[in-house]
């Protein structure tokens, strides 16, 4: 189809802000943490992955910066942030590939502390109830969250792949061994596995007793989530690379195919595929009535769902691949891409808002984690910003 593209006009002209940052090389004096006690509770959270259980990358309520934004601070980490970071309880967690994860005040950019492992992060970390669950190299940790020490661990027996869900008393999660796990949440014991044909790499969605997840065997699976037992998989055409939304009793998978499914949560029956220019990389991000997916092509896709069949409303040029996954409020959609740019775009008809650059050589990876009026992201030279409204 001809998708109608985004009006990338002079930005200054059309009245848009445009960001960025600059260094005159003077190294900064460290900040300091904000006192429990002086801080003000965010009203609004990016707890785990995409926000929620169901993988949808949407919150209504939260407005995002989106006026006169500005860089807060930024925070360098000792190796990439390739992860979206998760903001919780007055502080964003955030791990690099060096195996450290962080705790940092949201409001100043101040370490609150680190925890160190042996592995890889690749992951973000779910913050439930005073505990983060988060997968390091072949290891799934529950620490404190608010001081970081170690509450248990679990072996996978293999690289950890995903960013951990956790539903009641219960944390699924999978890895590059073919395998989902489902493991008790307050012991680290493991409850069930389930083994798919490929490579575990989308964050699980878990909705009304069931597991959904995509895997490297191009299939998506739906699984009990309490015996971990099939109920129905779907095939595709290609690796299911990023984790799965669910939305009103639809399943939407993008996965390297070319096409974004919709998918019957009960049964899994085909509702209907809708063909982009490129393959998604990410998760989509579902609101009541649009689906918002990135694809290796460089653009971030509108695709219609409030009518009988999927409509494709606009496409984003976001200048590099779109590797993370969008994050959806009720007025703005966000989008990171490799450019190193972070873009917030109006929903309704694809205008740009907002562009923040970088400014370095660095790629993100990772989606942005949204609150009100400000806005959390990592690149893969190690650093976390804070973009807030002015």
Request: glycine share 14%; proline share 5%; hydrophobic share 35%.
């Amino acid at each position: 189809m001809d998708w109608p593209v985004d009006r990338r006009t002079v930005l200054a002209a059309a009245g848009v802000a445009l960001a960025g940052c600059s260094s005159d090389g003077n190294d900064p004096p460290s900040p300091t943490p904000i006192p429990d006690a002086e801080r003000e509770p965010f009203s609004s959270e990016w707890p785990t992955f995409a926000r929620d259980a169901a993988n949808t990358g949407y919150a209504a309520d939260i407005s995002g910066p989106y006026i006169e934004i500005e860089e807060r601070w930024r925070f360098d980490a000792g190796g990439s942030i390739i992860t979206t970071p998760a903001l919780a309880g007055n502080a964003v967690y955030a791990g690099d590939n060096d195996g450290t994860m962080y705790a940092i005040d949201p409001y100043v950019g101040a370490e609150l502390w680190s925890f160190e492992t042996d592995g890889s992060i690749s992951g973000t970390a779910a913050v439930v109830d005073g505990t983060m669950y988060f997968g390091s190299g072949d290891t799934l940790f529950a620490l404190d969250a608010r001081e970081g020490s170690e509450r248990w661990r679990f072996d996978a027996d293999g690289r950890i792949a995903t960013s951990p869900t956790v539903v009641d008393d219960t944390v699924y999660l999978g890895g590059v061994h073919s395998t989902v796990f489902a493991v008790d949440r307050e012991s680290g014991e493991q409850r069930w596995r389930f083994r798919t044909g490929a490579s575990v790499l989308g964050t699980p969605a878990v909705l009304d007793g069931t597991v959904y997840v995509g895997s490297g065997d191009q299939n998506v699976y739906a699984l009990d989530a309490r015996e971990g037992s099939e109920r129905w998989r779907f095939g595709t055409r290609g690796a299911v690379s990023g984790g799965v939304a669910v939305v009103d009793g639809t399943v939407y998978a993008g996965p390297r195919d070319g096409n974004v499914y919709a998918l019957d949560a009960a049964t899994g029956d085909e509702r209907w595929r809708f063909e982009i220019g490129g393959w998604a990389q990410g998760s989509p991000a579902v609101t009541d009535s649009v689906v918002f997916v990135g694809a290796n092509d460089g653009y971030l896709y509108a695709i219609g769902i409030d009518g009988d069949e999927p409509d494709g409303r606009w496409r984003f040029r976001t200048g590099g691949s779109v590797i993370a996954s969008p994050a959806a409020t009720g007025d703005h959609v966000f989008v990171a891409s490799t450019s190193g740019n972070v873009f917030a775009i109006l929903p309704d008809d694809g205008e740009i808002v907002w562009q923040f650059d970088t400014e370095t050589e660095a790629e993100i990876h990772g989606g942005p984690a949204v609150a009100d009026e400000w806005l959390y992201f990592g690149d893969t030279d190690g650093t976390v910003y804070a973009i807030g409204s002015g």
